[in-house]
Nanobody, 128 residues
Framework: QVQLVESGGGLVQAGGSLRLSCAAS????????MGWFRQAPEKEREFVAI????????YYADSLKGRFTISRDNAKNTLYLQMNSLKPEDTAVYYC?????????????????????WGQGTQVTVSS
């Protein structure tokens, strides 16, 4: 399995930006669909975005379109999440995850149970 380590979280004011990174090791990132999920206290784990192995296809949670951008650099074995115009409700632990399941734009893989490898998470706190 691939090992994943997130970084880049922190405390930011509302309206600010953060870029999260997820470094992979053990297996090449290029064979995986990668995803970002988040979990706020006492809430269910929530889908954020996914990106295809080549990076050519992305899919976002409807509520986050236009503010968040998922990207990847397979040469660096790294996944990214650029988060702009942050809101207090974006406060959560953010996780990156990997799956080898196929998907299409009409049938995206958004359930966290479909992902087999996970990072430890990075805390993002947005103050009002």
């Amino acid at each position: 399995q691939v090992q994943l380590v997130e970084s880049g979280g922190g405390l930011v004011q509302a309206g600010g930006s953060l870029r999260l990174s997820c470094a992979a090791s053990g297996r090449p990132l290029s064979i995986y669909t990668m995803g970002w999920f988040r979990q706020a206290p006492e809430k269910e784990r929530e889908f954020v975005a996914i990106i295809s192995p080549s990076g050519g296809l992305t899919y976002y949670a409807d509520s986050l379109k236009g503010r968040f951008t998922i990207s990847r650099d397979n040469a660096k074995n790294t996944l990214y999440l650029q988060m702009n115009s942050l809101k207090p409700e974006d406060t959560a632990v953010y996780y990156c995850a990997a799956t080898q399941r196929g998907w299409t734009e009409s049938t995206p893989v958004t359930q966290w149970t479909k992902f087999s490898s996970w990072g430890q998470g990075t805390q993002v706190t947005v103050s009002s």
